[in-house]
């Protein structure tokens, strides 16, 4: 589960272009679309769908689907899992 | 008469927030490379992470000619480009093509060609009208009419300027197309703040632009630009012409038209390097030429850069 | 102050010509369909078609079998009946303003293609490339020179060639000028909405509950305006006006709406405080309406900012022709001079319950019956990009 986390925060990094950051800076439960956070928008949580299925194989076809999952490091790792149990 | 109130480049000269550049600067060489500024100053963090060369340079002199001015917000933000976002189209056209699943959007998004004039007005919160003209190397000149005609409707401040970027993929293009080889291709971007009203701030004059385009007898269209103007080819101090193009020897043409101006012509493209929007560098070449030198009063900017389209702009010097 | 509109010409997924498309919508028949002549759409992807091949348009058209792209094909055909019988004289200045959003990306696509494979790829392809280029060659074969333009805001692009051109008008820079778009169906365009998750995979349906993205489409269209220096030599009937324009920018997010509608609101209150016409005095509305959850709904907000409780009757035409992106403000432009002139109003296709939020509804069937006098076009585009039109009788 950490390794997936880990993996998650470097994929992010890598497919948002997020420059000046590095997953030491990412909590796990910081809210990635909040400003407090990594202030993501609407542009990203499609480039996030790309990313779940380059590097995860999982498809989502809908995307308010998308929202709930993207809502964290944690909660995209659990759907992560859950998609793939 | 409209005044230039800002000024600013980026380009393969050091242009940027560095008046009086047209002092010091000659032809560029092989090796020359685009000057960037560091764009973290300029630009938030989170809408910079996603642009692209084009982008970057369009928002940093935007923002820089706002400040210039010491205007809150122009009324208008109007954009020439010849052939856009190059890097996203590409990026997004291999994609396309080469990737079976998903397609990551951002290229996409940021491919059109509104997409700085776009990005500019959310970077400053500006909700007036918003412009993007493209007629290849016309589409500066353009850009500029249009941002006279809303003067003259009455607006105060225009924010008007152009861009276009180079990728690698144009060398290989230009060389199979025998498109001027002898010059370097370039990116580049300026900007300009156009007002109503003359200020402490300006640095010049534009005081006419006519483009032309499948434009058919060259020397007829400058002599009526010129008389038009009130002027005739000894008034004129300088022209900034755009060099030979595709074999024609536009010499021939000077000569023809513009004898008392032998010795006083500039071939901008050495200055700028060859894109389709390079005389919107020589317009801000001109306006700091006039600010350095007080007895340039007229100033001809010559673009045939493609030999079918003509522009021809006049900037004179704000006690001309 | 109105500019006059002599002549229309068109050419979409309903129709070859003015004829054609008017027939249609009357009938009230989409366009839409499974694509027959572009080869690179996936099997059974719905797009808003133009039902003819480039080499039957290269035919009908006499251009030869030049490198000319479709988007250039589809502006010549739509221009030249824009232009009917008008002839040249150095006596008035003619221009034409053309609006494209990706140009002749339908002959680079061939390029590239050939070119990542090092198949022998052919780089001429590439002088139809840029958008420039496109007007230019309607241009070239219409005998216009002089003022050549084009302008690329995305899907707002006609309506502002439009707008660009009834200034000119009036500021003395023109006598006539053909203003218009054109966009041809392009694996860019259709992968670029795909990515974004905005294609729908069913017929569109704009303004409805359920509504879940847009159907590309393909075409052009063109209005001549003349001022009255032209008319005095032409001798054209006035069709109608084009009275009221504006563009304004949403500053809110690349490609989203504001939820609040702030360009759009700006924008139609601008058109219509322009063409002194009131907001009561508005017959029908033309809208954007693309389908896709965002602009359907700020569309929606704005319409409600502006007109508040009397909303005049409204419909989208996408889902008759697909969203023609650049072309889409031409291409509406000349169904709302149809409305005018044969006080019609069309159907929303496709409707069937209001968005909750707004509870706005559509005209779902054609009427005949009322005199539309003024009609507001609008048309949206990514960046922010808002612009509205407002067309009268007199």
Not at chain 2, 103 to 119: C, D, R, Y
Not at chain 3, 56 to 70: C, E, F, M, P, V
Not at chain 3, 150 to 164: E, K, R, V
Request: proline share 3%; with cysteine; net charge negative.
């Amino acid at each position: 589960m950490d390794n997936l986390k880990e993996e998650l925060k470097k994929q992010i990094i890598e497919q948002l272009n997020l420059e000046d950051i590095t997953p030491a800076d990412i909590q796990d439960d910081s809210l990635l679309f909040n400003d407090a956070g990594l202030g993501l928008d609407s542009i990203d949580a499609l480039e996030l769908i790309v990313l779940l299925e380059k590097y995860h194989g999982i498809q989502v076809t809908n995307p308010e689907e998308g929202k709930e999952a993207f809502k964290s490091i944690s909660t995209m790792a659990d759907y992560i899992l859950k998609r793939k149990a | 008469m409209f005044y230039i109130s800002a000024a600013s480049s980026i380009s393969h000269q050091p242009t940027f927030k560095n008046a009086g550049f047209s002092a010091f600067i000659g032809p560029l060489t092989e090796s020359s490379a685009l000057v960037s500024p560091d764009y973290k100053g300029f630009i938030e963090a989170g809408l910079l992470r996603r642009m692209s060369k084009i982008l970057r340079m369009s928002v940093a002199c935007s923002k820089d000619c706002i400040e210039q001015a010491g205007i809150e917000q122009p009324n208008a933000i109007v954009v020439g480009t010849g052939l856009g976002c190059l890097q996203d189209t590409e990026k997004f056209l291999n994609n396309s093509i080469t990737i079976e699943g998903l397609l990551p959007p951002t290229a996409f998004i940021q491919s059109t060609h509104n997409t700085m004039a776009g990005q500019i007005s959310l970077s400053i919160g500006n909700h007036g009208y918003n412009m993007t003209h493209t007629q290849n190397t016309l589409s500066f000149e353009h850009a500029l009419q249009d941002a006279m005609l809303l003067l003259n409707e009455g607006e105060k401040h225009i924010l008007v300027g152009a861009a276009d970027e180079y990728i690698e993929i144009l060398t290989e293009i230009s060389g199979q197309l025998n498109i001027r080889p002898e010059t370097l291709l370039a990116s580049g971007a300026s900007f300009f703040v156009l007002s109503k009203e003359k200020t402490t701030a300006s640095l010049a004059v534009v005081k006419d632009c006519v483009t032309t385009g499948l434009v058919q007898d060259i020397p007829e269209k400058i002599a009526s630009f010129l008389s038009d103007n009130g002027l005739k080819a000894s008034d004129l101090d300088l022209i900034l012409y755009s060099g030979a193009s595709n074999g024609l020897n536009h010499d021939d043409v000077f000569l023809k038209t513009l004898p008392a101006s032998l010795g006083k012509c500039v071939d901008y493209l050495q200055l700028s390097g060859i894109y389709p929007t390079a005389s919107a560098f020589a317009l801000h070449y001109a306006a700091d030429l006039m600010n350095q030198n007080k007895s340039l009063k007229n100033i001809l900017i010559y673009n045939s850069l493609i030999q079918r389209n003509l522009g021809l702009t006049l900037v004179q010097s704000i006690e001309a | 102050m109105g500019v006059r509109i002599t002549g229309i010409g068109i050419v979409s997924a309903i129709g070859l010509s003015v004829e054609e498309n008017l027939l249609a919508l009357t009938e009230g028949r989409s366009g839409i369909a499974p694509a027959v002549f572009f080869q690179e759409a996936s099997r059974n992807l719905l797009v808003g078609e133009v039902k003819v091949s480039d080499n039957d348009l290269k035919t009908q058209l006499g251009t030869g079998a030049a490198n000319i792209s479709r988007t250039s094909l589809l502006g010549l055909k739509a221009a030249r009946e824009a232009w009917g019988s008008n002839v040249h004289t150095p006596a008035l200045r003619t221009g034409i303003i053309s609006a494209t959003s990706v140009g002749g990306m339908d002959r680079s696509e061939v390029f590239y293609k050939d070119y990542l494979a090092q198949n022998n790829p052919d780089f001429s392809l590439l002088k139809t490339h840029d958008s420039g280029s496109t007007t230019e060659r309607i241009a070239a074969v219409m005998g216009i020179s002089g003022y050549i333009n084009t302008l690329s805001t995305a899907c707002s692009s006609g309506a502002n060639a439009i707008m660009l051109g009834a200034r000119l008008l009036i500021h003395g820079k023109l006598d006539r000028v053909l203003v218009g778009g054109s966009d041809a169906l392009t694996k860019f365009t259709i992968d670029g909405f795909r990515s974004l998750m905005i294609y729908d995979d069913q017929w569109c349906r704009p303004f409805d509950e359920s509504r879940s993205g847009l159907n590309l489409g393909e075409g052009a269209a063109f209005l001549l305006l003349e001022n009255d220096k032209s008319i005095a030599f032409s001798g054209n009937k006035t069709l109608c006006y084009v009275s009221g324009w504006a563009n304004a920018a949403d500053a809110y997010h690349q490609t989203a709406s504001s939820p609040e509608g702030k360009g759009a609101t700006l924008a139609i209150e601008n058109a219509i405080h322009r063409s002194e016409v009131t907001a009561q005095g508005i017959s029908y509305v033309n809208a954007h309406g693309t389908g896709t959850k965002n602009n359907d709904l700020s569309e929606s907000v704005a319409l409600k900012n502006v007109f508040g409780e009397n909303i005049p009757a409204f419909s989208s035409t996408k889902a008759f022709t697909g969203h023609t992106l650049a072309a889409a403000g031409a291409i509406e432009a000349v169904f709302s001079v149809l409305s005018i002139q044969h006080n019609l109003i069309y159907p929303n296709l496709n409707f069937r319950k209001a968005i909750t939020e707004t509870g706005l509804e559509p005209v779902t069937s054609l009427q005949t019956d009322k005199p539309v006098d003024a009609v507001l076009s609008n048309s949206f585009g990514f960046g922010g990009n808002n612009s509205s039109l407002v067309f009268t009788k007199k």
